[in-house]
């Protein structure tokens, strides 16, 4: 299958596109999946309806303890929020067997009140609720320790 990026332990794992990236800093030197998403594990198909909303990439790190989904968006934060969320709702039923489950967004430029969108406070509270992870949205590029998520 062309869903798996890398699978390795090197030191930093990547996703980019369209001049935004995201930079998974493995300083415990896990093994560590990146999977593509959307256009890989989820291809629109008889099984995914056409227009279903997905992020970009999946990092699994160690032993599928954390993992983190992201998404590398220009200027439509609420869209990406949007594509977060179907991801998580569409595998609810595995993402529920990780013990931490981190929302990236990697945009062009930050919407103001973003915090107050009821598509933020609803992936938060989500997120935070039922995966025990967080979210964050960072403009163009975002290195991040594996101790830090």
Aim: charged share 30%.
């Amino acid at each position: 299958m062309n869903c798996i990026e890398s699978s390795d332990t090197r030191s930093a794992v990547k996703c980019e596109e369209n001049k935004k990236r995201y930079v998974l800093e493995n300083t415990k030197k896990n093994h560590v999946i990146l999977y593509k998403m959307d256009g890989g594990i989820i291809a629109e198909d008889k099984s995914v309806p056409l227009n279903t909303s997905k992020c970009d990439y999946l990092f699994i790190i160690g032993d599928a303890t954390p993992t983190v989904l992201t998404e590398l968006k220009g200027v439509n934060v609420p869209k990406a929020l949007s594509q977060l969320k179907g991801t998580l709702l569409l595998y609810k039923n595995v993402f529920c067997r990780f013990e931490h489950v981190y929302a990236r967004a990697i945009v062009t430029s930050s919407t103001p009140n973003l915090k107050a969108s009821p598509e933020y406070v609803n992936l938060e509270r989500m997120i935070r609720k039922d995966y025990n992870g967080n979210i964050k949205i960072v403009e163009k590029q975002f290195n991040e320790k594996d101790i830090e998520l």
